[in-house]
């Protein structure tokens, strides 16, 4: 596999979202608007890179017994890492993102990436395939948050395209991101398969 | 009171799977069929809620007196994994029925987001231990709820003549959305 599909994959074919289904929580959580959906993505792609860094480099010491848990705490220094920089610096990122933000440990991508590629290759192609999955998660978070601002504020990135009072609100509510996240897979199902 | 409050708001208002996205993929995953669902709300309530007093216990012995709380992440994350393993062993020890109804859920519960969640909030909240027990038990009656209700549902639309794109995820997903509308009825109840 050329390292230029090894990077597009994480994009479309298998992105993390639309088609594994991975990282479902933060996905609905925190993407009441295309801000925050694509600053829990960034968090989590440099947690996906740094943690697929860091199993690939290290895949030969740890046993095969103890590998999950190794895995689990390089993911919570990394998390640990993000928490206190967004805290200092993004302090109204971190306060819209809330408890999301720790909860990135749990996040299926970054542990399934590490077990299922970055313990098996080596670290280049442990980095690019971080960097693809974390930008296709990216991708999908803000996608859907600008959706949902769009048809619940009339904004996308806080500009404004059509009055707000015309918003439906129930697409910043909770059921609007089922019901978006629902018609978005049904949608990239069918480009998956043309 | 005060404890009623909680779980009212733990189990209606503040749904933890559809109010706040928390437990989403054991909710999509074994939410097929009713028998599983049950299984699945059997463990996560037993682990959450042994999950919650060692967490709080580790809190306040340890990393508020030596006053590391940023290790929180790390510390939390460790001591559910560990549970999850212990709580295994012993089940299978002690009691082989029990093991034999949860035992395949068990090691999925580690990356369920929902017992971290509740061990954080516990801690957010500055609840005491007790309150932290019963918020605990009452998030996992509400996760429950919302597990079996969803499950009863996907039984029936499995029956449905559904459009062909959107059957399978596409309209689960559309389905919850319209389960979690029913749960926004509950907002303002306390």
Sequence with gaps: MSQLTNFTKGLLKENPVFVLLLGLCPTLGVTTTAFNGLGMGLATTFVLVMSNMVVSLVKSGIPDKVRIPAFIVIIASFVTVVELTMQAYLPSLFESLGLFIPLIVVNCVVLGRAEAFASKNNVGSSIIDGLGMGIGFSLALTLLGAIREFLGTGEVFGLQIFDSSYGMIVFILNPGAFIVLGYLILVVNRLNKA | ?190
């Design chain 2, 1 to 190: 009171m005060t404890y009623f409050v909680i779980i009212i708001t733990a189990v209606f208002v503040n749904n933890i799977v559809l109010m706040q996205f928390l437990g989403i993929c054991p909710f999509l995953g074994v939410s097929k069929k009713i028998s599983t669902a049950a299984g699945m709300t059997g463990a996560v309530a037993f682990v959450m809620v042994i999950a919650t007093i060692v967490t709080y216990l580790i809190q306040k012995s340890v990393l508020d007196v030596f006053e590391i709380g940023f290790l929180q992440t790390i510390t939390f994350i460790l001591i559910i994994a560990s549970l999850v393993q212990l709580v295994e062993i012993i089940l299978k020890k002690v009691s082989p029925a029990l093991f034999q109804a949860l035992g395949v859920f068990l090691p999925l519960i580690t990356t369920n987001c929902a017992i971290l969640g509740v061990a954080i909030m516990t801690i957010q909240k500055d609840y005491n231990l007790l309150e932290g027990v019963v918020f605990a038990i009452a998030s996992a009656v509400g996760f429950g709820l919302a597990l079996i209700l969803f499950a009863g549902l996907r039984e029936h639309l499995d029956l449905m003549n559904v459009p062909k794109g959107m059957k399978g995820v596409p309209i689960a997903f559309v389905v919850a959305g319209i389960l979690a509308m029913a749960f926004l009825g509950f907002s303002g109840l306390v």
